[in-house]
Structures are given as C-alpha cells and as structure tokens.
C-alpha cells in the first residue's frame, strides 16, 4: 500500500500561510521561507518528491501551486513535480489544469489511491483538507519543517481543523545548516 505523506512549512509561531483574503502577505511560507532555501533544503524536498508519483492538494494550494509551477520547467525537480498527476479536493472546482482531477469524496477517493501500485502520494499544504484525511486516518507521516522565524500573523498549522485529539508518534528528525528542522511523525 502507498503511503501519504504530508509535508508543510510552519514557522516557531506555528504560521503555515497568510489568512485569505490576505491581511499578512508577509505570512505566505514563500516570503518567509526563501531565506533558508539552500542544498540541504533542496535535496531533502527532492527526496520526497522522488519518493512520490502523485500529489494531493486543497483548493487552495491547488490554485497556488499552479500558478507558480506550471511555468518552471527545466529542472529535474519542477519537470518532477509538473509531470505528477495531481488530485484536488475541493467541492466547488470544475475546471483544472496543471494535470489534476478534482476529487468530491475524498475519504473513499484517497483511500482508494493509496491501494493502487506506485510510489507514495505526496501532500502540500495544511488546510481544510486535513480534518477529513486525520479523522479518517488516511495519513501516514507528517513531515512538518519547522523554519527558525516567528512570523507574527498568519494562518496557524491546523487552524480551525476542528478534529479531535490526535496522537502522534515522532519517527525521525533531518536538521539542515540552515536552522530548518524537519520533525517527522506517525500515527500512534
């Protein structure tokens, strides 16, 4: 069975984006981030990506990354992560580009894709998603990458989630010389 694994940029204070409509744009991961992109970032990012064969994103996210990936080409790992097939939960979306199929169920879709042949299926981002992937215990390792900034306003990681208690199980921990730290977690 494939693995889904999540993978998000949270700052010391816990921010993962800006809060739409925007109030903070200094609160978008790629505006606080971008300081501590160096090699050990990179090859860590192309691990997961070389791990993978599929992504999984929110609407949000979705709508983002598009944006921003569908016209970097050249490198190994933007023509990586273009080629993945994408699948996006979103219940009003019905239209995609950027090679993705909109999914409506998302516990029985998901559930299904991680019983099919391949690699694992990778997840960005941090957002309404989420309550329906933890509740129905479709996540298998959380890789939160923890940058050394407070950033003061923003969305927080699982803010406004609303599932219960959830006990985790750290699994591994990846340090880069930057002060990026990557805690690694696991259903318990």
């Known amino acids: 069975m494939r693995k889904l694994i999540e ?3 949270v700052s010391l ?3 993962v984006d800006d809060t739409r409509p925007s ?3 200094r ?3 790629q505006h606080w981030g971008r300081p501590y992109w160096d090699e050990d970032h990179g090859g860590y990012a192309a691990k997961l990506v070389d791990s993978a064969d599929t992504l999984l994103l929110g609407r949000a996210t979705y709508e983002g990354m598009a944006e921003a990936w569908m016209s970097r080409a050249g490198d ?3 023509d990586a992560v273009n080629a993945m097939p994408k699948y996006v939960a979103s219940r009003t ?3 995609t580009t950027w090679n993705a199929t909109v999914i409506k169920d998302v516990p029985e879709e998901v559930a299904r894709l991680k019983e099919q042949p391949g690699k694992n299926i990778l997840k960005w981002g ?3 998603l989420d309550r329906t992937l933890v509740e129905h215990g479709l996540v298998d390792e959380f890789h939160f990458w923890y940058f050394p900034v407070i950033v003061g306003a923003g969305k927080h990681l699982f803010e406004g989630a609303g599932f219960d208690t959830t006990h985790l199980k750290l699994a591994d921990i990846s340090r880069f010389g930057s002060g990026i730290v990557v805690h690694i977690y696991v259903p318990r």
């Open 7 to 9: 993978s998000t940029f």
């Open 13 to 15: 204070d816990g921010i």
């Open 23 to 25: 109030t903070a744009s």
């Open 27 to 29: 609160a978008e991961p």
């Open 76 to 78: 190994p790992f933007a």
């Open 93 to 95: 979306l019905t239209e």
């Open 126 to 128: 941090t957002g309404e």
